[in-house]
Nanobody, 128 residues
Framework: QVHLVESGGGLVQAGGSLRLSCAAS????????VGWFRQAPGKEREFVGA????????KYADSVKGRFTISRGINSNTVYLQMNSLKPEDTAVYYC?????????????????????WGQGTQVTVSS
């Protein structure tokens, strides 16, 4: 059982940056794929990006490609979402999610339903 806690959210002006953290406990996090999702007020939760167990494979939604970067360190229980050039439309609650894949799966998951563990979310607000 993996427990996930997001942090790093806050209020930032358009054009600014934030780095979100997803800290895991209770499992060998380096064998899990991790996804980031967000939910804006009145909208459905949407895929932001994902990475595989090693961090060597990443995938991003078109809306954040080139601005957001997911990283993780080997032997690290934390995955990061670096968000640059933030826009007001990036305002949302951001969630990280994890799925055990082992170390032989070289892919990623962009569907919410693929993930087994979720954090509580962290609010990101971008002012114009």
């Amino acid at each position: 059982q993996v427990h996930l806690v997001e942090s790093g959210g806050g209020l930032v002006q358009a054009g600014g940056s934030l780095r979100l953290s997803c800290a895991a406990s209770g499992g060998t996090f380096s064998t899990y794929g991790v996804g980031w999702f967000r939910q804006a007020p009145g909208k459905e939760r949407e895929f932001v990006g994902a990475t595989n167990w090693s961090g060597g494979i990443t995938k991003y939604a078109d809306s954040v490609k080139g601005r957001f970067t997911i990283s993780r360190g080997i032997n690290s229980n934390t995955v990061y979402l670096q968000m640059n050039s933030l826009k007001p439309e990036d305002t949302a609650v951001y969630y990280c999610a994890a799925k055990y894949t082992g170390v032989y799966f070289n892919g990623y998951y962009s569907s919410e339903s693929a993930y087994d563990y979720w954090g509580q979310g962290t609010q990101v607000t971008v002012s114009s």
